[in-house]
């Protein structure tokens, strides 16, 4: 696609449930990237994938986060048993290649609010 | 391990002040620097970048030079516009282990008031 996609925009769940947010990178683009944005907060490295594998989960907060990418492409998110301190921006990110100095692009985040 | 420190905000300029953003960072290699911008209900987007030590990136008047020898990447512009008012991250991509880790700063609001 033209950009990077993610889906839910937005996204309100009660406490406990389980969610699932989606992202399709660029086109051909071999690295993704999941951020966390928390309000007043910087952005938190989440994990990252090189192709369907993912070399580096140490950013994953706890157990009940996990995250897969099928067909070198889309990436599944998922938080299970949702907790409040869960609310904030998920941002996925995609870029060309693991060079180093590449540009990596993305999307408008998924806004989720756990009540 | 990496890391990248910014001046926290809030930032308020009057419109065509000069603007100076800080940012230092530590790194075990060799990183590249950038500067994003997020604008009011949008996403991150890239506004310039710098590769190596004394390039310096420019974009919308926007520059910052790569300093290697006080670790640092400041991002400067001569006359903000309202247009500007953003939050600005600062952040570092460094390739360790066969794959490239990019560590972003807190973040710097700016305002800019007419």
């Known amino acids: 696609g033209a950009g990077v996609s993610q889906s839910p925009s937005n996204k309100v769940t009660e406490k406990g449930k389980d969610v699932e947010l989606r992202c399709d990178p660029i086109s051909g683009h071999t690295a993704l990237y999941w951020y966390r944005q928390s309000l007043g907060q910087g952005l938190e490295f989440l994990i990252y994938f090189q192709g369907n594998s993912a070399p580096d989960k140490s950013g994953l907060p706890s157990d009940r986060f996990s995250a897969e990418r099928t067909g070198g492409s889309v990436s599944t998110l998922t938080i299970q048993r949702t907790q409040q301190e869960d609310s904030a921006v998920y941002l996925c990110?995609?870029?060309?290649?693991?060079?180093?100095?590449?540009?990596?692009?993305f999307g408008e985040g998924s806004w989720l609010t756990v009540v | 391990g990496d890391s990248v420190t910014q001046m926290e905000g809030p930032v308020t300029l009057s419109e065509e002040a000069f603007l100076t953003i800080n940012c230092t960072y530590t790194a075990t290699g060799y990183p590249s620097l950038f500067w994003y911008v997020q604008y009011p209900g949008e996403g991150l987007q890239l506004l310039l970048k710098?590769?190596?030590?004394?390039d310096k990136g420019s974009n919308k008047g926007f520059e910052a030079t790569y300093r290697k020898e006080t670790t640092s990447f400041h991002l400067e512009k001569g006359s903000v516009q309202v247009s500007d008012s953003a939050v600005y991250f600062c952040a570092l991509s460094d390739h360790l282990g066969g794959y490239q880790k990019v560590t972003f700063g807190i973040g710097t609001k700016l305002q800019v008031i007419p």
């Open positions: 710098a590769t190596k030590a004394d």
């Open positions: 990110a995609s870029s060309l290649s693991t060079a180093s100095g590449n540009t990596i692009y």
